[in-house]
């Protein structure tokens, strides 16, 4: 594992979750970061739940821990890069696909391995992908 490590928003919202039954292996590294679009993602998450507040509550409590990671004009460039080389292979790019990508672009732009479940992310060229 490296001394600095992002997270897609499943694995943030795995860690999260109270009934996780694998959590994400984030314990050996040194500095978390979550890039801003699955901030935006997990806040969007707590407030469609059920209890709102308490779900505010917990990622300003992560905020706590883990750096946020803000996107540049570079993290533009390399978003356009990335999305014309996935949109080259499919036409058929949704939504949140595209936040996806936005998450990837910011992780390439500073050398970040990205920890998520989620294959489609393999696709992405130049983005180091760790699945647990």
Not at 3 to 13: K, S
Not at 93 to 98: A, D, E, N
Not at 105 to 115: D, H, K, T
Request: net charge negative; glycine share 4%.
């Amino acid at each position: 594992m490296s001394e600095r490590l992002a997270l897609d928003t499943d694995a943030a919202v795995d860690f999260i979750r109270d009934d996780r039954r694998t959590p994400p292996p984030i314990s050996r590294v040194e500095q978390i970061v979550l890039p801003v679009t699955v901030l935006g993602e997990l806040f969007q998450g707590a407030e469609s739940s059920v209890r709102p507040e308490r779900n505010r509550a917990v990622i300003e409590a992560l905020l706590e821990q883990w750096q946020p990671l803000l996107p540049t004009i570079e993290t533009a460039r390399i978003y356009g890069r990335i999305r014309a080389a996935v949109f080259q292979r499919t036409a058929n790019l949704s939504v949140s696909k595209r936040n996806d990508l936005w998450i990837a672009a910011v992780c390439i732009q500073y050398e970040l391995p990205l920890l998520t479940n989620d294959a489609g992310y393999d696709a992405v060229p130049g983005l180091t992908v760790i699945h647990w």
